[in-house]
Each structure stands twice: as structure tokens, then as C-alpha cells.
């Protein structure tokens, strides 16, 4: 059984900081594309970041470049999303989520593992 557990969400204010992290049970998961999404309330899920251990590649949305960064620890097991800048639009719920197969992507459904997700709410 693949647990995955997020932290690190909260309240803040616009133009703050938060860094979300995501630790993962199997270790063997870190060899494929791991991903942070949200969902805001009456929206679909969003990709947020894709990160490809293998070519140490990393995507963006274009709602969050140049503000969000998206890295691991491998001896960790940990996935982590470090958040500046923050605005209002950012509030959701936020997932990481690993996939099993190759290839990447900020679409959910290609997505195998996910967490239960961390709630970000950003006032203005």
C-alpha cells in the first residue's frame, strides 16, 4: 500500500511564502514523474508542476512560473512545492501526486498515487 502524505499548507497573506512537501512510502515512486495540483472550489483539478527525476526536468503552468518552484529530496522521499509571491487566485486545495509509468504531465488522470491533499487559502 503506497501512502502519501502532504504538509505544509496554510493561511497567509498576499505576496507571502509557503513550501508544501510531500513525502512518499515507496521509494521507487522517485524514478517517475511526480506533480503538485489544486483545485479551487466549483473548478476542475489543475496541474500546477511536473518534476522528471530522470532528466531532472521540470514544467510549470504559466499561472505559476517564475513564482513557484518544485523540487525533491531522493533521500527523503520527499516531493516539495516552495510557493512566493502568493495571490488570491492561488487558494486551493493542493495535491501531489506520483505516476508509474513513463512520460509526463499535468494531466490528472495520468496520475497513479495521490495524496489527500493540503488546503492553501491566500487573502488579499
Known amino acids: 500500500q503506497v501512502q502519501v502524505d502532504e504538509s505544509g499548507g496554510g493561511a497567509v497573506q498576499a505576496g507571502g511564502s509557503l513550501r508544501l512537501s510531500c513525502t512518499f512510502s515507496?521509494?521507487?515512486?522517485?524514478?517517475?514523474?511526480m506533480a503538485w495540483f489544486r483545485q479551487a472550489p466549483g473548478k476542475e483539478r489543475e496541474g500546477v508542476s511536473c518534476?522528471?527525476?530522470?532528466?531532472?526536468?521540470?514544467y510549470y503552468a504559466d499561472s505559476v512560473k517564475g513564482r513557484f518552484t518544485i523540487s525533491r529530496d531522493k533521500g527523503k522521499n520527499t516531493l516539495y512545492l516552495q510557493m512566493d509571491s502568493l495571490k488570491s487566485e492561488d487558494t486551493a486545495m493542493y495535491y501531489c501526486?506520483?505516476?508509474?509509468?513513463?512520460?509526463?504531465?499535468?494531466?490528472?488522470?495520468?496520475?497513479?498515487?495521490w495524496g489527500q491533499g493540503t488546503q492553501v487559502t491566500v487573502s488579499s
Open positions: 501526486a506520483a505516476r508509474t509509468g513513463s512520460g509526463w504531465s499535468l494531466i490528472a488522470s495520468w496520475y497513479d498515487y
Open positions: 515507496v521509494s521507487s515512486l522517485f524514478d517517475r514523474a
Open positions: 518534476l522528471t527525476p530522470s532528466t531532472g526536468n521540470t
